[in-house]
């Protein structure tokens, strides 16, 4: 049986890539440094599943599982060199912690000539496979990292934090949402590619990293900040307030436009992609949160990331920023509640390295409205009539 190693036995590795390759009948070992899921995946040797929907839900077994502590970094090289894939979710910040004991695995590897290992990247975070290479050649020879496949992938399911009175009673339960599809990049593989249903090839790569960045992650920001300000607590309540799921709408839709334009890519495939991706950001079976998906501003807001990013995007395309400047207004408005920010044009600019054009005068601009000390549905309906205004502005007469 073949074994995938899966670095990180949270939400994404328990919630889709467990599933992904257990239900295609690998062997799942998960590299972990939490000691008590570690104790518990050994002790069960399966987790339950929960694909739960608006319609009900599915409880679904993973089996055969085993779990390694990344703390004993002998068992985990071991571990390493014998997979035959691994994979990588741990979250952008903690990629440098696990980069020792993935490179002692390599070695070991290379040094018993068992030919080159995949790592698959499920991360959100732009040139991943670049970020990680840099990292291993402070631990490998250019032989040992010629043995190594950095591939990206683009995770699309939603897997929302556990529900913690659930876990008191299955505390290996994770909830994921249906959507199983895992893309990956077919040039960064090395060897014969692996017969596993759901993980899909595609080439070129850096439009699906873009597509789930700057549509997917960009809109389901956009929903947090704005459902934050107007005092909702779940994503599902969020896309739900008609004034949220019209911005939302227009941003992902202007997104799907650059990204369509800059890659010669089918228009229709991409809008149809964005109203799937609204509906499913419905799902209240998920419980996801606007704190979670909101969280780590100062990221989410800079330069290649999701909202400065698909402003970027957009202007390169010939498309007007505004749907992007709201979302960054709106996130500077929610990053205010816990920091001060006695300047938010300066504030603007360190966040997302932009001092002038006019994504960031049109941020500030509807920072303005967005501060003021009135009811929510007013702020927006003034918004909306700025953008309407920006965007007419822009477009000139059309006959």
């Known amino acids: 049986m073949k074994r995938a190693v899966i670095v990180g036995a949270g939400n994404i590795g328990r919630g889709f890539i467990g599933q992904l390759f257990s239900e295609a009948g690998w062997e799942v070992c998960f590299l972990d440094v939490a000691a008590p899921v570690v104790d518990v995946l050994n002790a069960a040797g399966e987790y339950p599943l929960e694909i739960v929907s608006n319609k009900g839900t599915e409880r679904r077994r993973i089996a055969p599982v085993s779990a390694v502590n990344g703390n004993d970094h002998e068992a985990a090289a071991r571990i390493t060199a014998d997979a035959d894939v691994c994979v990588t979710c741990v979250g952008a910040k903690a990629i440098r912690y696990i980069i020792p004991n993935f490179a002692a695995g390599v070695k070991l590897r290379h040094a018993e000539g068992r030919g080159p290992l995949n790592l698959l990247i499920c991360e959100n975070l732009m040139d991943a496979d670049l970020y990680i290479d840099g990292l291993l050649k402070d631990f490998l020879t250019p032989d040992e990292r010629a043995d190594v496949g950095l591939v990206e992938t683009s995770v699309g399911r939603m897997v929302p ?174 990053y205010g509640r816990e920091n001060e920010i006695p300047d938010p044009a300066g504030t603007f600019s360190a966040l997302t390295g932009m001092t002038d054009g006019a994504y960031r005068d049109d941020a500030l601009a509807f920072y303005e409205i967005l501060a003021a000390d009135r009811p929510f549905d007013d702020r927006m309906r003034d918004v909306l009539a700025m953008a309407d205004g920006i965007l007419a502005d822009c477009a000139g007469e059309i006959l």
Not at 204 to 214: D, Q
Not at 215 to 233: F, I, P, Q
């Open 161 to 334: 934090l556990p529900d913690k009175a659930l876990l008191e009673s299955e505390p290996l339960l994770v909830r994921a949402e249906r959507y199983g599809v895992l893309p990956f990049d077919v040039d960064a593989w090395k060897g014969p590619l692996p017969d596993v249903p759901g993980l899909i090839p595609r080439s070129p790569f850096r439009f699906i990293i873009e597509r789930k960045l700057y549509v997917h992650n960009m809109g389901h920001a956009l929903c947090a900040y704005l459902g934050t300000l107007a005092g909702h607590e779940r994503i599902a309540d969020a896309i739900a307030d008609p004034v949220i799921r019209v911005a939302v709408r227009e941003a992902m839709t202007a997104s799907a436009r650059a990204l369509a334009k800059r890659y010669g890519e089918d228009l229709d495939a991409l809008l149809a992609h964005t109203e799937d991706l609204i509906r499913r950001f419905g799902n209240r079976a998920l419980g996801d949160t606007c704190a979670r998906v909101g969280a780590d501003i100062p990221r989410k807001l800079a330069k290649s990331d999701r909202l400065t990013g698909a402003a970027c995007s957009a202007e390169e395309a010939g498309i007007r920023p505004v749907w992007f400047s709201l979302g960054a207004a709106a996130a500077l408005r929610v």
